[in-house]
């Protein structure tokens, strides 16, 4: 029970420190952006290279961002919310 309670307190804690700080400035963030952005809008998989047009983006994983973006495209939601 007590496991639980830090995690509880611990997850609290960091849905709070990302609702005051949800700006894509940082690390590995706009590159997740471009590709749950990039993969929303692919009709066909292996989605396209958000920066090199016209190739195939296929040396880098995305299964991550393609999940995220399935709940954008089931539930009508912008990109920007599905990612925070």
């Known amino acids: ?3 639980d309670f830090i995690f509880a307190v611990a997850f609290v804690f960091f849905i709070w420190v990302r609702m005051r ?3 894509l400035n940082d690390l590995e963030k706009p590159m997740d952006a ?3 952005g990039t993969t929303s809008r ?5 989605p396209p290279h958000p920066w090199q047009s016209g190739t195939l983006f296929t040396n ?3 299964f991550g961002h ?3 973006a399935m709940l954008a ?7 920007w919310v ?3």
């Open 66 to 68: 393609f999940m995220g």
């Open 1 to 3: 029970l007590f496991s």
């Open 82 to 84: 599905v990612y925070n």
């Open 21 to 23: 700080h949800p700006e």
């Open 42 to 46: 692919a009709e066909f998989l292996p």
């Open 60 to 62: 880098y994983y995305y």
């Open 34 to 36: 471009a590709l749950l």
């Open 73 to 79: 495209r089931i539930f009508g939601g912008p990109n």
